[in-house]
């Protein structure tokens, strides 16, 4: 399985990016998709998903992003985006896409990393 992260880039506060994550190599349709973030010396972390069709396509973001990022799919074209608005300089990292299934209350990646985005917010 194939993971392509594209988007990032550089971006004053307040500003906004879309990245795109194409997957190749899996039925896309079947999982659950996720972006993860990871920002130099932190842990990777989940920032949102998107479930499958089957379960709606239902969608969840971590607190710190709500109300700015929307994650959506495509599976037509088996792809997954974020959109990001009102960014802040805290969102600062390098960004992930994975597909993920929940295991006991946590989610957790399925496949191996792919290569990430980068994402720079000055201030």
């Known amino acids: 399985v194939q993971l392509q992260a594209s988007g990032g880039g550089l971006v004053q506060a307040g500003g906004s990016l879309r990245l795109s994550c194409v997957v190749s190599?899996?039925?896309?349709?079947?999982?659950?998709m996720g972006w993860y973030r990871q920002a130099p010396g932190n842990k990777r972390e989940l920032v949102a998903y998107i479930t499958n069709a089957r379960h709606g396509g239902t969608t969840n973001l971590e607190d710190s992003v709500k109300g700015r990022f929307t994650i959506s799919r495509d599976n037509a074209k088996n792809t997954v985006y974020l959109q990001m608005n009102s960014l802040k300089p805290e969102d600062t990292a390098v960004y992930y896409c994975?597909?993920?299934?929940?295991?006991?209350?946590?989610?957790?990646?399925?496949?191996?990393w792919g290569q990430g985005t980068q994402v720079t917010v000055s201030s």
């Open positions: 190599g899996s039925i896309f349709s079947n999982n659950h």
């Open positions: 994975n597909a993920v299934i929940k295991i006991g209350s946590s989610w957790t990646n399925i496949f191996q």
